[in-house]
């Protein structure tokens, strides 16, 4: 069986992260470079494998990619697809910036909602946008997400939330701000009403977001590799003129910390959220 | 100087404007400060206790910069660490223990941003703050006395009503830090200061805020006999409504609102 070495995982890390065999390479395919072993990895590899290249490190994933590959084919349904946030402070160069984030991104605004199955559970489901100005809270991404607790609340089903985020958006100011206790007290109602809310931080997960929903949740759950923080590296090594410790801000030491549950690979996600979500409603089960 | 925004980011930051120890001073009587986490440690850059508002106990919890260089550093210049959210939450449970309303003076910079402060669950703190104090049982009112920077200021507002001095600021981001994200030039730091909206008079035309407190006399009897006047009249309101909670949940629930397009 040497011949099919290949296909076991090398490492810690790749444990259980090939979704398949290695695709063929097609002559003059395109690569990405992966910044943490430098290799170049050819597209449809990197693709077949989700975004992940075999050394373990996990790149950006878009929020509909994700979605397809978490939920089960078919069952995601999308709330809210056209709200967004307009510019209420008429702040200077809002309006073409966030114009140009639309088009790029080919999503509306920084958060996808709705409801999914997950190994057959069913569940409230948000995906954060990083092509969406790094996944910025801006009121539509608050209101959003509020009004998927308050959904989940009413027809009693758990809340799955993927972060990813730079924190508040600026350009929307004190509005912004209120984002952060608006989605901190619906989730408090779903809470308080025995439901769970699993989160799981991807790269980078910072600022406001870190200050209020991503923290909120019953089990938090990380990619491996990710930035986790509150305030800015740059920002505490300017304001402390110190060196930062190695491994700053990263999943394993924010979980050596004590602030998560678990690190999991990207492969093992859909497995391990249905497992989760399946404990959680053995009423269902006996 | 009071007539741009950054000249009001400037007032508002100050050392000679009253902190929130001379506010707990000059407004209550009997104050017992009441000390630590009981988790890890103290933070001097938030102050808590309880104390008499005229008869009336309450807790009350300030964010201290401090007036001289040694105060100052004693206090971090009022950029609390975790367990200093930590503390006020500790402070605040106890007061919906025991039936007594809070009252909370904010004035930071913001969140202290350090290595320690992160590894000790600077953004968990904050946001354990924003959940609970959503579904606080008594009365809760905060007043912005000078700097109401980002996180570390809204960790201490999540309240039934929010005041601010006349000369206070409330800001997502310092106009420092927003110029130089976005145009890359802290020097643009007045155009960011008028941009972000931050003057009370804005705060209060988005909703954010219930009252704006006027600064004559600011630092003299008068001026704090006019807020212990002030808050003796919210808390008599605020004690009969029987649907705070419910109430506190609304004011946040619509903040925003205003700015999602729905189509």
């Known amino acids: 069986m040497a011949l099919f070495n290949f296909l076991r995982p090398k490492n810690k890390l790749e444990e259980g992260g090939r979704s398949s065999a290695p695709v063929q390479q097609d002559a003059g395919e395109p690569e990405e470079n992966c910044p943490n072993c430098h290799k170049d990895i050819p597209l449809s590899r990197l693709w077949a494998n989700n975004l992940v290249c075999s050394c373990g490190y996990h790149f950006r994933m878009k929020a509909r990619q994700r979605i397809q590959t978490i939920t089960d084919k078919g069952s995601f349904h999308e709330m809210y697809p056209r709200m967004k946030s307009g510019n209420p402070l008429n702040f200077p160069g809002y309006k073409e910036k966030i114009g140009t984030v639309r088009v790029a991104s080919g999503e509306e605004e920084a958060v996808v909602c709705g409801t999914a199955s997950i190994g057959r559970q069913r569940c409230c489901l948000f995906v954060m946008e990083p092509g969406f100005m790094m996944g910025s809270m801006g009121s539509a991404v608050g209101e959003k997400i509020t009004l998927l607790f308050e959904y989940a609340v009413e027809h009693r089903l758990p809340v799955v939330g993927f972060t990813v985020s730079g924190g508040a958006r600026m350009q929307e100011g004190l509005l912004s701000l209120m984002q952060m206790a608006k989605t901190s007290a619906a989730v408090k109602r779903h809470s308080d009403a025995g439901l769970l809310y699993i989160a799981v931080l991807t790269d980078p997960t910072t600022g406001g977001v870190t200050a209020s929903f991503a923290m909120e949740a019953d089990i938090i759950l990380a990619e491996p590799g990710a930035t986790i923080g509150f305030a800015g590296a740059r920002v505490i090594k300017q304001t402390t003129k110190k060196a930062l410790p190695e491994g700053f801000q990263t999943s394993e030491t924010v979980m050596e910390h004590g602030f998560v549950d678990s690190i999991v690979p990207r492969s093992g996600q859909k497995k391990y959220l249905a497992e989760l979500l399946k404990m959680h409603n053995w009423r269902a089960i006996i | ?263």
């Open chain 2, 1 to 263: 100087m009071t007539d741009t925004a950054y000249g009001r980011v400037k007032l508002a930051r100050d050392s000679q404007r009253p902190t929130g120890l001379d506010y707990i001073r000059k407004i209550f009587k009997g104050f017992i400060e009441l000390h630590g986490d009981r988790r890890y440690s103290d933070d001097p850059a938030i102050v808590g206790g309880i104390a008499r508002l005229n008869d009336l106990p309450v807790t009350v919890i300030a964010i201290e910069k401090g007036h001289t260089a040694k105060e100052r550093t004693y206090r971090n210049f009022g950029a609390p660490q975790p367990e200093g959210y930590r503390k006020a939450l500790r402070l605040m449970k106890q007061a919906e223990k025991f039936g007594r309303p809070v009252i909370c003076f904010v004035d930071t910079s913001g969140a202290y941003c350090g290595v320690g402060a992160e590894e000790r669950g600077q953004g968990q703190a904050i946001a354990e703050n924003l959940m609970e104090m959503s579904t606080l049982c008594v009365p809760v009112i905060t007043i912005l006395i000078g700097e109401g920077g980002s996180g570390g200021a809204l960790a201490l507002a999540v309240a039934d009503r929010v005041w601010m001095l006349q000369n206070a600021v409330y800001s997502v981001i310092s106009p420092e830090g927003c110029a130089s994200i976005l145009w890359k030039d802290p020097e643009k730091a007045e155009t960011a200061a008028a941009s972000l909206k931050l003057t009370a008079e804005d705060a209060k035309s988005l909703g954010v805020i219930e009252r704006i407190l006027s600064e004559n006399e600011i630092g003299k009897k008068e001026f704090y006999d006019r807020i212990r006047m002030m808050l003796t009249e919210e808390l008599e309101e605020l004690t009969r409504d029987v649907d705070l909670t419910q109430n506190r949940y609304d004011r946040f629930r619509k903040l925003g609102q205003s700015a999602v397009i729905k189509e």
